[in-house]
């Protein structure tokens, strides 16, 4: 036996988006997904998204800037992360200049000296002799550069850490 699915009114989906988005930041993209799930009719999807961007509930400036700073600031990544992740996420609406500006690379740069001093300790105990390549893809994986993963863990064996 089939549940039958109740479309939702222009209205009633308007409202329940409202809180979806007064919630945290979000994209375009989540917000389409977000209808589907409710089960919206799909003839009132761009009616939504305009009513959305008319009433400041969505904006992809806002909600990019607010994903760069979170994912520099709690996860640490870099640069080049957030930009591929946001460039996968905003399609044609990516603009790189807003993740330049939003990110605090000082407080990554800090949170990878951090993990990358941990991991340095772990593999140390463990007698590696792949240590600094194991750091560089450690790096990497967090979006920062080449040449700027290089320094850090340059100064790092230095400073008799590695």
Not at 40 to 61: G, I, P, S, T, Y
Not at 77 to 98: A, M, Y
């Amino acid at each position: 036996m089939k549940k039958e699915i109740r479309l939702l009114t222009y209205d009633e989906a308007l409202e329940k988006l409202r809180h979806f988005c007064a919630y945290q930041e979000r994209s375009r993209a989540q917000v389409v997904r977000k209808m589907k799930n409710l089960s919206v009719d799909a003839e009132f999807h761009e009616n939504l998204l305009a009513a959305l961007v008319e009433e400041k509930f969505l904006d992809q400036q806002r909600y990019a800037a607010a994903y760069a700073r979170g994912k520099s600031r709690i996860k640490g990544w870099g640069i080049r992360k957030i930009s591929s992740n946001l460039k996968f996420e905003l399609g044609d609406d990516f603009q790189s200049d807003l993740v330049n500006e939003s990110t605090d690379l000082e407080k990554a740069r800090q949170k990878l000296r951090r993990d990358l001093e941990k991991k340095a300790i772990l593999l140390t105990q463990k007698q590696d002799p792949n240590k600094k390549s194991k750091l560089l893809r450690f790096c990497l994986s967090r979006g920062f550069e080449m040449e700027e993963s290089l320094e850090m863990i340059k100064k790092m064996s230095s400073g008799g850490i590695l």
